[in-house]
């Protein structure tokens, strides 16, 4: 035993063999020593637990490629992209949706050089950072006034403190749901400082619910997006245009919470997806606030994007909490270039990554699928079985939760293991190739892979199945 412990090497000579090596030139010297103390640590603990039990296991070329695959993983980024194949469009995991190339570019200017971020370029005096995409947000929406903030989480937080705060928000008990990521309204609701009034029951809540529930301390009424959490059969819920007219005859704000605020009418280019409303609706309903992420169906950046009524809006712009949850200038670049692609609502289908997944045709899909499945034949020499048929892809990122769009899988069978292995394998790959299992058969989904990918998808199978 005590022999075997012997023959690691010391850090010092190790680190002098790396020093010619082109792959560590570039890193930090005291981070590789560091890294290599850490490997011999784990070394002594395999001599330790009869992991290592031969001289064999620790002749220098082994060692040298173990040290070389343990310093590889543990230098790289720890944030990396992924090579999405499982066809959920929007993954709120694999970090929502994907920016359009001019969005990217204006990110990239933004952060190189300074910018009129909070400068008037008519006046040469101080300027908001939200008049960039004030004007648009109107443009496209048809409200009156509109800012962004850092999520939509924190865009309901700061609507419901600045019309709510210390007053009772009436919301019906079917929408009181907690969203992915443990957001829930009445825990919002409890920061915010304004009290949850439930009205309704959970598969019904009528007009006179609300109205029954109106006091003097009514600060406004709520209505929430359920996101992925839908009540079928016998249940009813008071419309926006319902609520507005309560809330005019009282004088009360009616807040949404969109979740996924859409401004593109599937419906208007031919796409029969299950109803939704676009934030165009919402606000021609009389919404007095609404609010929704700009990385959901928008196909932006991370954001939480308000509009409504210029009275509301001013108040929550006013609000001293907004600087605490105020964009950034890369997210304010990317989110001003990807509104302006919904001037055109053709541009945007065509360059919005998530609009042109979400309407790609099957026929196209089974073309990239055919076209995916060859490449793999071709590039995979390990023993695979490949096949193809049809499925459904999701939107994700609670929009049109029920909605199925018809695809096609190609699907991968090894001799050597099973699809749960693959799986398991596939995300040590580089780039990491997250797919999914279907009637127990690993297979990707080609909506979400560029065709781009392919051929990084092909690297990840030969990387997975050959170790
Ligand atoms: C997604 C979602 C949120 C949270 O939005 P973030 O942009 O992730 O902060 C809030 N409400 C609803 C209804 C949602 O669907």
């Not at 359009?100 to 009129?116: D, F, M, P, Q, R």
């Not at 950046?301 to 009275?311: L, N, T």
Request: charged content about 25%; aromatic content about 6%; overall charge neutral.
């Amino acid at each position: 035993m005590t022999n075997l412990y012997r023959l690691l090497p010391s850090v010092d000579s190790l680190l002098s063999d790396l020093s010619s090596d082109v792959n560590y030139q570039a890193m930090p010297r005291a981070f590789i020593r560091d890294l290599i103390n850490d490997f011999l640590v784990l070394c002594r603990e395999e001599i330790r637990s009869g992991a290592i039990t031969t001289e064999n296991d620790l002749n220098p070329t082994r060692f040298r490629a173990k040290l070389g695959a343990y310093l590889k993983t543990h230098s790289r980024p720890h944030f990396r992209r992924v090579i999405n194949a499982t066809g959920v469009v929007i993954h709120t995991n694999l970090g929502r949706s994907i920016l359009n190339k001019k969005a990217a570019e204006a990110v990239w200017e933004a952060c190189l050089h300074y910018s009129n971020l909070e400068f008037s370029l008519d006046t040469g005096k101080r300027g908001s950072r939200y008049s960039h995409v004030e004007e648009l947000l109107c443009r496209i929406t048809g409200a009156e006034a509109g800012l962004v903030v850092n999520n939509n989480a924190s865009a309901v937080l700061i609507i419901l403190d600045t019309l709510a705060k210390g007053k009772e928000v009436i919301v019906s008990r079917g929408q009181l749901v907690e969203i992915g990521g443990s957001f829930r309204i009445p825990d919002v609701m409890a920061k915010s400082g304004a009290h949850l009034k439930e009205v309704g029951a959970t598969n019904r809540t009528h007009i006179h619910d609300y109205e029954g529930a109106i006091g003097p301390d009514t600060g406004a009424l709520l209505k929430v997006h359920t996101s992925n959490f839908r009540i079928i059969g016998f249940h009813r819920e008071v419309s926006l245009k319902e609520l507005v007219e309560i809330g005019n005859r009282q004088g009360i704000p009616v807040i949404e919470d969109m979740g996924s605020g859409n401004f593109f009418d599937f419906d208007a280019h031919g796409y029969h997806f299950m109803p939704e409303p676009t934030v165009q609706r919402v606000v021609k309903d009389g919404v007095s606030v609404v609010s929704f992420s700009g990385d959901k169906l928008l196909g932006g950046p991370q954001a939480g994007i308000i509009v409504g009524k210029r009275e509301y809006i001013s108040q929550i712009k006013k609000n001293p909490m907004n600087r605490a949850i105020r964009i950034d200038k890369m997210t304010l670049a990317a989110l001003e270039s990807t509104l302006r692609l919904y001037l055109d609502s053709e541009l945007a289908m065509r360059e919005v990554p998530t609009l042109r997944m979400i309407t790609m045709k099957a026929e196209d899909l089974k073309k990239a699928a055919g076209k995916l499945k060859s490449l793999i034949k071709r590039n995979v020499k390990s023993a695979v079985k490949l096949d193809i048929f049809q499925s459904q892809s999701r939107v994700g990122g609670g929009a049109f939760p029920e909605q199925d769009l018809p695809t096609y899988l190609v699907g991968i069978k090894s001799e050597q293991m099973n699809s749960e292995e693959l799986k398991d394998r596939l995300l040590k790959t580089d780039p990491p190739l997250i797919g999914r299992i279907e009637n127990e058969v690993f297979c990707l989904d080609p909506r979400t892979v560029s065709s781009e990918e392919f051929s990084m998808v092909c690297d990840a199978l030969s990387q997975a199945m050959e170790t």
